[in-house]
């Protein structure tokens, strides 16, 4: 399937999944999707699709999954997504999108994944992710996301944590909860940030297996950084 999103898809209204991921298309999301009052599952990842996100699609209340990764999508989050209470899945990495992360966010309290990286100029705050009680991945890299990670981040959760907050501008200390999770975290990134030096500390170093961060801030990082000083000579 290439070309442009069929019109009369919307034309189906109990259809429950839309997947045409890696499928050559262009063009721009039809706002009419906001038809598919049944819909619980929406992927058109790795296409070549242009334009903004459907405000519209925050009057879908039965989708659990968004995955919109790897296309060029431009523009700001829709606030009016904060309307899908039974979201567990928002995938909108590799796009070209703007902005800060709406208040009403803080609202999708079923989200279970995150996935932002790579987009041209997500930024300001994370706090509406603080409240989401479920979220087990959270993945930022390369955005402008700034301010400190907030306390109560992963703070109810009880699974494996996923963090990636490499390569923004995050400032100040890591929460306590990434001390207190830290043998239930299986991956943290904060690399090229503006946090604290030493934010990383010693129960992070021993238990989390897969950690990146910058030498400054990440004490046990010693062995690494002077291994990587020695070769670059």
């Known amino acids: 399937l290439s070309g442009t999103i069929p019109s009369f898809v919307s034309e189906f209204p109990n259809m429950m999944t839309l997947s045409l991921e890696d499928s050559s298309l262009e063009g721009t999301i039809p706002d009419s999707f906001g038809a598919l009052t049944s819909l619980n599952f929406f992927n058109l990842r790795d296409n070549s699709l242009s334009g903004t996100l459907p405000e519209s699609l925050g009057r879908l209340s039965e989708l659990t999954a968004i995955v919109l990764g ?19 899945l928002l995938d909108l990495s590799y796009n070209d999108l703007t902005g800060e992360i709406p208040p009403a966010f803080s609202e999708l309290r079923s989200l279970e994944h995150i996935s932002l990286q790579h987009n041209a100029d997500l930024h300001g705050s994370i706090s ?99 291994e990587e000083g020695t070769s670059g000579n």
Request: hydrophobic share 35%.
């Open 128 to 226: 509406a992710f603080e409240s989401l009680g479920n979220m087990s991945s959270l993945l930022l890299y390369g955005n402008n996301f700034s301010s400190t990670i907030p306390e109560g981040l992963f703070s109810n959760f009880t699974g494996q944590i996923f963090a990636d907050f490499g390569h923004n501008n995050f400032t100040g200390a890591l929460p306590e909860t990434f001390t207190q999770w830290a043998s239930d975290t299986s991956y943290l990134a904060i690399m090229a940030n503006n946090f604290d030096d030493g934010v990383v500390d010693g129960v992070i170093c021993e238990e989390v297996p897969t950690l990146f961060a910058d030498c400054d801030s990440c004490p046990c990082c010693k062995n690494c950084c002077e």
């Open 70 to 88: 790897k296309n060029k999508l431009t523009g700001r989050l829709p606030s009016g997504w904060g309307n899908l209470t039974k979201l567990r």
